[in-house]
Each structure stands twice: as C-alpha cells, then as structure tokens.
C-alpha cells in the first residue's frame, strides 16, 4: 500500500455527487478488529483509474487505489475524499468520517468556571453521549494520568482545575508551558474493538489576555473548521490543544 503523505491544496473548484465518485459502503467507518492488524478498506465501487487525495492531514490512503488504512489514520475526524480520474482535471470529493472521539480546540478561563473540558465523537461537536453512561475505557495504558492530567476513566472529561491543582505543569508554572500526551481509549459502542490512540496538547497561560492573538486565532479558527465541518484545508487538526488559564 502506498502509505506516502501527500499534502496537495485543497482543490478550488471540487465536484460533489459526480457519478464515478469513489464510495467506501457507508459514511462512517468503524474499526472492527482488534488483533493489532491493520484495516484497510477500499471502494467498493469501480471508479476506474485515476488519483486519490484527502483533506485534513490524518489520513493514510493510498494514492492510485483508494485503500484506507483505518488503523493508522487519525480516528474521530471528517475527511473529504478526493479523485481525479485519470483523463479529467475535476476533484470528485467524497466524504468520509473515521469513528473515534477528540476534544475542541480551546481556551479555558477557570476563574469563569470553566473547569472541564469534554470529549465528543465521530467529527461531531455536538455528539457527546457516546461515553456520557460511563461504558468507555479512558486512558488504558495510564500515560494521562501518570502526566497528573485529571481524566475520568469511564466519561473522558477532564477536570482541568484538578489537572492545574496536581501540578500537571509544574509547581510554578509559566505561560506557555505545554505538555504533550497520547490518550488510549476504547469506546464501547459496538463499532470500533480495538483500542484507538490520540494525541493531546495542554498549554498554561496565567490569563487569557496573556495569549498571544496569533494562537487565539488559530484555536478559533480550527473551532469553527471542526464546528462547520470543514475539511477544505491543509492544516493538521491534531493533536487538539486545550489552553488553561487562571484569570480572563
């Protein structure tokens, strides 16, 4: 499989619906083994030769026959499918969303009460129940919690008074401390069996007036991406970076 990261514009003018559009059975793709080996899928239609391209960078799709490697693509996003046909110049766009769950790019100001920061799935922002009932398993391997990142293990909200209280940045934290981890998680849910891993990124500011406007702008940038789904850019939404500061 040709697992190269290819990162092409977004195209200006791409076609939707168009008849040899590539199809992968459903819109949401779920991974169903959970013996280590990696799930591929591929379309199960014939959209003839051509070249195979995604939109936002996560995906590993291989670029001349369209297989998706499930396992190693980036899960809980949205991804728009592109094909060129061999002998055309149009972008023929499918999407195609990779179950798993993520968490908002934000800024949270804890003298205001915003204290917790909480999951949602399948690219959806406003799908929260998967692991409301408590019947996920959060953080398997205790890398997050062993950063004192305050995760309940069943729900996947983070406490992220708690997170600041336990010194997950240190005993003196500066702005613009950071740390990074890797949560595993199961969700179940009778889609995906095997255990899906995502990248985090904590960043302290003592006050939300201290952050710089370059970063404010990004995190609301990639908010309204996600919330609109919008995947007709180049940018890399992970890992999602939650910004937690004292004061406004």
Known sequence: ?????????????????????????????????????????????????????????????????????????????????????????????????????????????????????????????????????????????????NKNIAINKTTGVIDLQKTLDQGAFGLNPVNGDYIEVTLSYKINDGCTKGVQKMKLKFMYFNSKAQIDVALINEVLSKQASIRGGNTNTSYKPRPPLIIITRYN
């Not at 590539?22 to 239609?45: E, K, Q, R």
């Not at 590993?60 to 190693?72: F, L, S």
């Not at 728009?80 to 769950?101: A, Y």
């Open 1 to 145: 499989m040709d697992e190269e990261v290819l990162v092409v514009p977004y195209p200006l003018h791409p076609v939707m619906n168009c008849s040899y559009s590539p199809y992968y059975g459903d819109t949401l793709v779920c991974l169903p083994n959970g013996n280590g080996a990696d799930y591929i899928v591929s379309p199960v239609n014939s959209p003839g030769a051509g070249r195979y391209y995604s939109w936002p960078v996560g995906m590993i799709i291989d670029h001349y026959t369209g297989a998706i490697n499930v396992t190693q693509s980036e899960p809980g996003m949205k991804y728009m499918i592109g094909f060129v046909k061999q002998g055309s110049t149009d972008t023929c766009l499918t999407p195609l969303i990779v179950t798993g769950m993520s968490y908002m790019d934000s800024v949270h100001v804890l003298s205001d009460n915003q204290n917790t920061s909480s999951p949602y799935f399948n690219a959806d922002p406003n799908l929260f129940s998967a692991c409301a009932s408590g019947n996920c398993q959060i953080d398997i391997n205790g890398q997050v919690t």
